[in-house]
């Protein structure tokens, strides 16, 4: 299995971006696809996360700002972001968690940098 993440970008403080990830080749029905975050000289961080049944998962740092979604048919999970903060610039990247047998595959990063 192999993530692609996209949608990342430099965007003005206020701004919104949306990030896209899809998996290529087949993962269990029962998963969680989610997005994390690594800022310079920090630890990756969770950002977001949704179950194959669609609860949702985020830090209190992204609440009411951003939104994760994911189309099943095409295992692709997504991350709109709103009211985009400079503490927001990171690299972003995806990451889904199958369960039976229990696998964990991460996608290559994608740069969000939040500047004016």
């Known amino acids: 299995v192999q993530l692609q993440a996209s949608g990342g970008g430099l965007v003005q403080p206020g701004g919104s971006l949306r990030l896209s990830c899809a998996a290529s080749?087949?993962?269990?029905?029962?998963?969680?696809m989610g997005w994390y975050r690594q800022a310079p000289g920090k630890q990756r961080e969770l950002v977001a996360s949704?179950?194959?049944?669609?609860?949702?998962n985020y830090a209190d740092s992204v609440k009411g700002r951003f939104t994760i979604s994911r189309d099943n048919a095409k295992n692709t999970v997504y991350l709109q972001m709103n009211s985009l903060k400079p503490e927001d610039t990171a690299v972003y990247y995806c990451?889904?968690?199958?369960?039976?047998?229990?696998?964990?595959?991460w996608g290559q990063g994608t740069q969000v940098t939040v500047s004016s």
């Open positions: 990451k889904v968690e199958q369960f039976l047998p229990h696998l964990i595959y």
């Open positions: 080749g087949s993962i269990s029905s029962r998963n969680i």
């Open positions: 949704i179950s194959n049944g669609l609860s949702t």
